[in-house]
């Protein structure tokens, strides 16, 4: 199975329609998108009612893909995306068949701006404690926040609760975003934050190898 991974798109459209396009040339399976989703457009009472109104624009879009789309939201964004239709569907909390595999989530990230899906490190390591069942060896475990000292940039923004789940729990592969600095691939964590650019990761779950897609 192939997917395409990206996260910290933050918005930006024309990032959104050229992740459609690789995913219709390449012939993935899934996109997945961990987090960070919106901006907040210009002309709005609050940044929260713009971001309202890119997530159903984005839901619209992301329904055309033609693939299953596999969510979760983050730091900066201030709403969820609510989609309608059942080929976009969120993993945060819960776990998600596709074929051989499975897809588990968590959307909350350390204190950063303010934002709603943000909590400190204990609540994050008490809320993962619960989702340990959703996790196995086929299961692609999938956060907006990097794990501690993985792909998390000189400043070490990723979360210590995180290590220790993923490092409890057997999983295939880790995808995430949060720190721009990070993108690419260690061992079996791979960081999608495409920074608002053309960039991706395309991944094979069966054999675990990757390409960097940029555009």
């Not at 399976?29 to 890119?54: M, R, T, W, Y």
């Not at 989530?105 to 490190?121: A, C, R, V």
């Not at 340990?132 to 990723?158: E, K, M, R, W, Y």
Request: with cysteine; proline share 3%; charged share 20%.
């Amino acid at each position: 199975m192939r997917i395409l991974a990206a996260a910290d798109i933050h918005g930006q459209w024309p990032v959104y329609d050229w992740l459609l396009t690789v995913a219709r040339n390449e012939r993935v399976e899934a996109i997945v998108l961990a987090g960070d989703l919106l901006s907040g457009a210009e002309g709005f009472d609050s940044v929260e009612k713009s971001q309202l109104h890119e997530a159903r624009m984005l839901t619209d879009l992301l329904d055309g893909a033609g693939v299953p789309v596999l969510y979760l939201m983050g730091n900066d964004d201030l709403v969820e995306l609510n989609p309608t239709s059942d080929r976009i569907q969120s993993v945060h909390g819960k776990r998600v068949n596709l074929g051989r595999f499975a897809f588990a989530g968590y959307q909350y990230s350390l204190p950063w701006m303010g934002g709603i899906f943000e909590k400190p490190e204990a609540a994050i390591e008490s809320d993962l404690h619960g989702l340990a069942q959703n996790v196995d060896s086929d299961t692609i475990f999938v956060s907006h926040s990097p794990a501690f000292s993985i792909l998390d940039g000189p400043n070490t923004i990723g979360s210590r609760a995180l290590l220790c789940f993923l490092g409890t729990n057997g999983f295939r592969a880790h995808i995430h975003g949060h720190c721009h600095s990070g993108f690419g691939r260690y061992e079996n964590h791979f960081n999608v934050a495409s920074a608002g650019q053309r960039r991706a990761i395309i991944i094979d779950l069966e054999t675990m190898w990757h390409r960097i897609i940029a555009g």
